[in-house]
C-alpha cells in the first residue's frame, strides 16, 4: 500500500540556520509529490510541487525539495529560517488515476518545526 | 480571487447528532475533496466530488456521505457522531487530476 513517512515528530531550529525536513514515500511509479503547511488552527498552503523532470524544485517562501528515486525520498530544505516558518510540514503524495492525472493525496503524519530567537 | 471557504468555522455536536458542514471551491475549480485530520496526525481522504458524483472514496463508513452542487460547491454530512470524529475537517479544490488547494478547515467537537 501506499504510504508517507515523515521520520521526525518535531524539530527545533535557530534562526538564520538551515533546515532539512525527511520524507520518504512507499509508491509502485513515478508519484506526484507536495511538500504543505499548516499554521496552527489553519488550513494546509501548498509550498511546492515535483510532478516530473528537475529533481530539485522551488516553492514559495525559499524552500526547496529534492526528489531522489533511488532512496523514495523528498526532503524539504531553506537554507535560513525565520521565525515565521515555525508551523507543521506535512509530505505527500498524489495516487494516480486512470489516465495519469493525479487523484486523491496521502499525507505523512506531519513534523513540527520550531524556531529559536 | 477568491479561495477555498469553508463554514462553519468551529462545530460542537452531541454524539448520535448529525452535522452537515459547507465548502466553496476556489474560483474556476469544478472538483471538491475531504479530508479528515485528527489531532496530531495528518489528513486523511474521505471522498472526492466532480460532476456531482462522487468519483473516489477513502476508507470511512457510510455514516459520512457528500453532496455537489451544480455550482461546484459541495457539504460533507456526518450522521451517528461518535466521539472518534472529532477532528478538523479540510476541503480542497481543484481541476480534474489538478493540484488541491485547501481551506481553513472546520473543526468540529463531539462531545
Known amino acids: 500500500a501506499q504510504s508517507v513517512t515523515q521520520p521526525d515528530i518535531h524539530i527545533t531550529v535557530s534562526e538564520g540556520a538551515s533546515l532539512e525536513l525527511r520524507c520518504n514515500y512507499s509508491y509502485g511509479a513515478t508519484p506526484y509529490l507536495f511538500w504543505y503547511v499548516q499554521s496552527p488552527g489553519q488550513g494546509l498552503q501548498l509550498l511546492l510541487k515535483y510532478f516530473s523532470g528537475d529533481t530539485l524544485v522551488q516553492g514559495i517562501k525559499g524552500f526547496e525539495a529534492e526528489f531522489k528515486r533511488s532512496q523514495s525520498s523528498f526532503n524539504l530544505r531553506k537554507p535560513s529560517v525565520h521565525w515565521s516558518d515555525a508551523a507543521e510540514y506535512f509530505c505527500a503524495v498524489a495516487l494516480m488515476n486512470y489516465g495519469g492525472s493525479q487523484g486523491n493525496l496521502i499525507f505523512g503524519k506531519g513534523t513540527k518545526l520550531s524556531v529559536k530567537p | 480571487d477568491a479561495g477555498v471557504t469553508q463554514s462553519p468555522t468551529h462545530l460542537i455536536k452531541t454524539r448520535g447528532q448529525q452535522v452537515t458542514l459547507r465548502c466553496s471551491p476556489k474560483s474556476g475549480h469544478d472538483t471538491v475533496s475531504w479530508y479528515q485530520q485528527a489531532l496530531g496526525q495528518g489528513p486523511q481522504f474521505i471522498f472526492q466530488y466532480y460532476e456531482e458524483e462522487e468519483r473516489q472514496r477513502g476508507n470511512f463508513p457510510d455514516r459520512f456521505s457528500g453532496h455537489q452542487f451544480p455550482n461546484y460547491s459541495s457539504e460533507l454530512n456526518v450522521n451517528a457522531l461518535l466521539l472518534g470524529d472529532s477532528a478538523l475537517y479540510l476541503c480542497?479544490?481543484?481541476?480534474?487530476?489538478?493540484?488541491?488547494?485547501f481551506g481553513p478547515g472546520t473543526r468540529l467537537t463531539v462531545l
Open positions: 480542497a479544490s481543484s481541476h480534474p487530476g489538478g493540484t488541491q488547494y
